[in-house]
Nanobody, 124 residues
Framework: QVQLVESGGGLVQVGGSLRLACAASGRSFSSSAMGWFRQAPGKEREFVAAISWSGGTTYYADSVKGRFAISRDNAKNTVYLQMNSLKPEDTAVYFC?????????????????WGQGTQVTVSS
């Protein structure tokens, strides 16, 4: 069993920054890939970023490339999402996800555990 707890969401103005964190329980974190997804009201959940077990491979959605950065600290069982130059369209609930296996994935159906989500609101 793996539990994921996100933190760091909130209200920010356009152009601002936030750093999300996702703390994972369990001993398999360091050998597992992690991802961030988001869901805006009335929309389907969409991929944001993913990172392999070592941090050596990362993927980003085109909409966030160059503005967001995913990283991980395996000693702290934590994955981060640094979000810069935020836009109103980044407003959503952000979820972290855990995947057994070392390879990162952009597909939500390949993740095994999900956090409860943290709200990010970007005001214009």
């Amino acid at each position: 069993q793996v539990q994921l707890v996100e933190s760091g969401g909130g209200l920010v103005q356009v152009g601002g920054s936030l750093r999300l964190a996702c703390a994972a329980s369990g001993r398999s974190f360091s050998s597992s890939a992690m991802g961030w997804f988001r869901q805006a009201p009335g929309k389907e959940r969409e991929f944001v970023a993913a990172i392999s077990w070592s941090g050596g491979t990362t993927y980003y959605a085109d909409s966030v490339k160059g503005r967001f950065a995913i990283s991980r600290d395996n000693a702290k069982n934590t994955v981060y999402l640094q979000m810069n130059s935020l836009k109103p369209e980044d407003t959503a609930v952000y979820f972290c996800a855990f995947r057994f296996g070392v390879r990162a994935s952009t597909r939500a159906d390949e993740y095994d555990y999900w956090g409860q989500g943290t709200q990010v609101t970007v005001s214009s």
